[in-house]
């Protein structure tokens, strides 16, 4: 079964740090995609980033980059220079790609506070 | 990138009524899904909607409680039925899109609070 596991439940930075979002994955597919998106307190779901499991290049979009190392099975996100308005919930997520219509598994989220 | 619409946006319901979602998408798509998060709560899939043929419900969801309609390749009700405090929640409709794999793409949620 596939399952996503982010250990960190909150988590609390001073403006203009760094901060990572861990996210650990299992799965028994060898195909499959990971995400993240960003939940503001107004609810929306906003799709950050969708990574193929055989790009295991690492991305950057700005002050956005994300780590994914499969032989660890990780999918962290790192945040330079945060500003308060990256304060939100954050949820990393696996799917299997059958065909391309398949619900998403998501971990339990990381609440990241960021204080000016 | 697919644009979701869902209404109500909100709701305040009475326990033992039922409420009914809609949710629009702005082009044709096979699946539509359908999640919870409940307060605090990550995202949970209720059921997969395919246009003409029944829901599959996931663990813990029954058709009674939570009956879906799927009438054309771009809209689906869900209907939370016999509302509960429990029942209070964020639901979300999704569909993919993107080829090769998924791209997956959310409303923007109807936030429901049972008294």
Redesign the interface.
């Known amino acids: 079964a596939q399952k996503v596991t982010q250990a960190q439940t909150e988590i609390s930075v001073v403006e203009k740090e760094d901060v990572t979002l861990d996210c650990v994955y299992e799965t028994r597919d060898t195909t499959y995609?990971l995400?993240w998106?960003k939940q503001p307190p107004s609810?929306?779901?906003v799709?950050l980033i969708?990574r193929?499991s055989f790009d295991e290049q690492n991305e950057i979009s700005g002050r956005y980059s994300w780590n994914f190392q499969k032989s660890t099975s990780s999918f962290n996100f790192t945040i330079t220079a945060s500003q308060v308005v990256d304060s939100a919930v954050y949820?990393c997520a696996l799917?299997d790609?059958q065909g391309?219509?398949?619900?998403?598994v998501?971990?339990?989220?990381t609440r990241l506070s960021v204080i000016a | 990138?697919a644009v979701i619409s869902q209404k109500p946006s909100r709701d305040i319901c009475q326990r033992g009524t039922s409420l009914t979602i809609q949710c629009q998408v702005d082009s044709q798509v096979?699946?539509m899904?359908w999640?919870r998060q409940q307060p605090g709560?990550?995202?949970?899939?209720i059921a997969?909607a395919n246009q003409g043929s029944e829901a599959t419900y996931e663990s813990g969801f029954v058709i009674d409680k939570f009956p879906i309609s799927r009438p054309n390749l771009t809209f689906s009700t869900l209907t939370v039925s016999n509302m509960s405090p429990e029942d209070s929640s964020?639901y979300?409709c999704?569909v993919?899109r993107?080829?090769?794999?998924?791209?997956?793409?959310?409303g923007?949620?109807t936030?429901l609070t049972v008294l």
Do not use: D, V
């Open positions: 995609y995400f998106y609810g929306e779901l799709f969708r193929n949820f799917s790609p391309g219509n398949t619900p998403l998501f971990g339990k989220g | 990138s096979t699946m899904f999640y709560q990550s995202l949970t899939l997969t964020i979300l999704s993919t993107g080829s090769g794999g998924n791209e997956q793409f959310f923007p949620g936030r």
